[in-house]
């Protein structure tokens, strides 16, 4: 595993967050009256079916997971991993650096 490529990624990640003094404006908003909305029990019912496929989804997947682990055959890329965390860093921050 390469540490050394990732660390200069993410040196050139805080020196371009370092360099960035762009000065935010806060933007006033026009304070609202509650509004009440009723939702009817057929989209109740669909939104909570929803959540239950939902979790279904990932509970399957998480089984999936625990069973390649006991047996050994559940693989892990580390490059992947990296570059999903340091694409996540980037998505966060409102920009992509060049490797």
């Keep these: 595993m390469k540490i ?19 000065p935010r404006e806060e933007t006033k908003t026009n ?10 029990n ?16 990932i509970s399957e997947r998480v089984e999936n997971i625990r069973k390649a682990i006991l047996k050994g055959k559940y693989e892990i890329d580390d490059k992947t991993i990296a570059k999903k965390i340091m694409d996540n860093i980037y998505i966060q921050e409102g920009e992509r650096i060049d490797e």
């Design 4 to 22: 050394n490529n990732n660390y200069n990624n993410y040196n050139k990640y805080i020196k371009a967050s370092q360099q960035r003094d762009i």
């Design 31 to 40: 304070k609202e009256k509650n509004i009440n909305v009723q939702i009817s």
């Design 42 to 57: 057929s989209t109740r019912k669909l939104v909570d079916s929803m959540k239950e496929v939902k979790e279904k989804g």
